[in-house]
């Protein structure tokens, strides 16, 4: 699975514009914590001794994709100016502080663990990629909820009741990508994936779905990355007359790909892309006027409604007018969001009490509000409540996983600019998913 799909799942793509600076988060000094009666539920309230709760962020905050991180602190100090303009979490202000686990297994133990002693945190944000399976056990042992975001397929079964991934998996990828070709007719399809294992999540769920619809795979080439022809293959693809071709490559590879399919068939099948394919580099190494007339990426796109015109305004209000999110920062935001509102509802950070709210503001039935402060006061007034979130529907399945809308796009062939030309919904990919 590539990092970049890990990362987003939906808005996997790199942002337009990246803001200049992220401002520092505000670090929980490092006192022991204690314990004090209090909060709308009643029970007990784990504080440090300033009496704020905090949460930590886990994720690549260096290295070459610390956008990552960048993107996750940036929707988490969006969530907390809101929450503590609010009133705060049970009546407290929130902190948060942050560790860089470098997209690292290793790297992330001690930072994790970092959060844990030495921040007392009482929930955690993230990670985002691989080190996900090194964080998980940590985290569970503690008993501190986590919501982590990322594609990992290994965690689409999940039964640890500590994590709770607030955007869709890989898997779900797939079945967007699949959902969207039968939507177009097409009957019969060939994969065409790199053998890098980054890349080899992908072809399950869409095979998967593919079949599930009735339809066929007539052709499943994996190619080596960086050759200089791939002819042989081309041809092998061509031979099975597919009607859609599903694929991810990198661009070097892409380039070459493209190539001899034009030499050999004038790109005469459709190809359908993941959000790696919407990626400026791999449009310039097609070229736009190809991709605009050839290709069609699928990932995750933004939800639209109250919540997400909140985020927005609550972005802008604390960024500037002119500023753009991170993409994915608005998962973050939902993430502590929705932590915080299950503590509320809880009266207690205590981990498995927490937990064990955490879909009764999610999930429905309940009174839907887009706000955290008009879902704390329905909390408050002992209403049931069902968080709308920025991110796309927050309702959290049995494993703990959320489904999230899809966009199929197209480039233009001048400028490469992607345009949706339409819409998989979350309801759409959870009846589609085998």
């Known amino acids: 699975m590539s990092p970049t799909v890990l ?12 803001l200049t600076a992220i401002a520092v988060a505000v670090v929980v000094a490092a006192c022991g914590s204690s314990t004090t009666p209090g909060g709308s539920g009643g029970g007990n309230i784990k504080t440090d001794s300033a009496g704020h709760v905090s949460f930590g962020v886990l994720s690549c905050f260096t290295g070459p994709l610390a956008v990552l991180g960048q993107a996750m602190l940036q929707g988490s100090q969006v ?3 809101v929450i503590n303009d609010s009133g705060g979490v049970l009546g407290k202000q929130l902190d948060l502080s942050h560790a860089d686990t470098q997209c690292d297994e290793a790297d992330a133990v001690p930072a994790v663990r970092q959060l844990l002693s030495t921040d007392s945190v009482s929930g955690i944000i993230g990670p985002e990629t691989q080190e996900i ?23 689409d079964k999940n039964t640890n009741q500590y994590l709770w991934r607030d955007s869709p998996s890989d898997s779900q990828l797939g079945v967007a990508m699949a959902l969207f070709a039968k939507q177009k007719g097409y009957k019969t399809a060939a994969l065409l994936f790199s053998s890098d294992i980054a890349q080899q999540t992908i072809p399950k769920p869409i095979t998967a779905t593919w079949e599930k619809f009735g339809n066929s795979i007539v052709s499943n080439i994996t190619v080596a990355p960086g050759q200089t022809s791939y002819l042989t293959e081309v041809q092998q693809i061509i031979a099975a007359h597919p009607d859609v071709i599903f694929t991810q490559l990198d661009p070097q590879t892409a ?15 459709p190809i359908v892309g993941t959000d790696v394919t919407s990626g400026n580099d791999y449009l310039k190494a097609i070229t736009y006027p190809i991709a605009h ?20 305004a609550a972005f802008a209000a604390q960024n500037g007018a002119n500023a753009q999110p991170i993409a994915g920062a608005n998962y973050a935001y939902d993430a502590v969001l929705s932590l915080a509102l299950a503590m509320d509802k809880a009266g207690t950070t205590d981990g498995p009490a ?14 839907p509000c887009d706000t955290y402060k008009a879902c704390l006061a329905g909390i408050k007034a002992g209403t049931k409540i069902k968080m709308d979130g920025s991110s796309g529907d927050l309702i959290f399945n049995s494993f703990n996983n959320v489904f999230g809308p899809y966009g199929a796009f197209q480039a ?3 400028s490469g600019a992607e345009s949706q030309i339409a819409l998989l919904s979350a309801t759409d990919l959870a009846a589609a998913t085998p």
Do not use: C, W
């Not at 986590?146 to 990992?152: D, I, L, N, P």
């Open 7 to 18: 990362a987003r799942n939906p808005q996997t793509r790199a942002p337009k514009r990246l």
């Open 79 to 81: 969530a907390q100016k």
């Open 293 to 312: 007339a050839h290709l069609v990426s699928v990932y995750g796109t933004n939800a639209t409604g109250a919540a997400a015109d909140n985020f927005a």
């Open 412 to 414: 233009d062939a001048t």
């Open 133 to 155: 399976a090194a964080v998980s056990p940590i985290v569970s042992a503690a008993k501190i909820p986590t919501e982590f975001q990322g594609g990992s397929t290994a965690f």
């Open 255 to 269: 380039a070459v790909m493209f190539q001899n399919f034009k030499e050999l068939d004038n790109l005469a099948i």
């Open 354 to 367: 927490v937990i064990a709210d955490m879909k009764q503001v999610t999930n429905p039935p309940g009174t």
